[in-house]
């Protein structure tokens, strides 16, 4: 069984930083891609940022040149910097993690969520 664990939201002042973490806790025989979504009140859930198994990563419009996503394969961790924090992104934050547990069995799970506030 896989359980991803979120860590490093909170409360910040707009133009401050905050870093995201999660890691995955489990058997697990390989990791696909990586991701951070965010889902503010009344929204529907929208991608932040991902990292395939090479290193590539994409960013949504609205983070580009402020977020930095990035992944340590040892650890089965993936990380979201986020520098010069706007009110428009808080939210709660989840990551995503696409992996197989075996040779043959998929895995696409999703971390519990870190609150980000930003205030103005």
């Known amino acids: 069984q896989v359980q991803l664990v979120e860590s490093g939201g909170g409360l910040v002042q707009a133009g401050g930083s905050l870093r995201l973490s999660c890691v995955a806790a489990?058997?697990?025989?390989?990791?696909?891609?990586m991701g951070w979504y965010r889902q503010a009140p009344g929204k529907q859930r929208e991608v932040v940022a991902t990292?395939?198994?090479?290193?590539?990563?994409n960013y949504a419009d609205s983070v580009r040149g402020r977020f930095t996503i990035s992944r340590d394969n040892a650890k089965k961790s993936v990380y979201l910097q986020m520098n010069s924090l706007k009110p428009e992104d808080t939210a709660l934050y989840y990551c995503?993690?696409?992996?197989?547990?075996?040779?043959?069995?998929?895995?696409?799970?999703w971390g519990q969520g870190t609150q980000v506030t930003v205030s103005s």
């Open positions: 995503n993690v696409k992996a197989r547990t075996t040779w043959y069995a998929p895995y696409d799970g």
């Open positions: 489990g058997s697990i025989f390989s990791i696909d891609a």
């Open positions: 990292i395939t198994s090479g290193g590539s990563t």
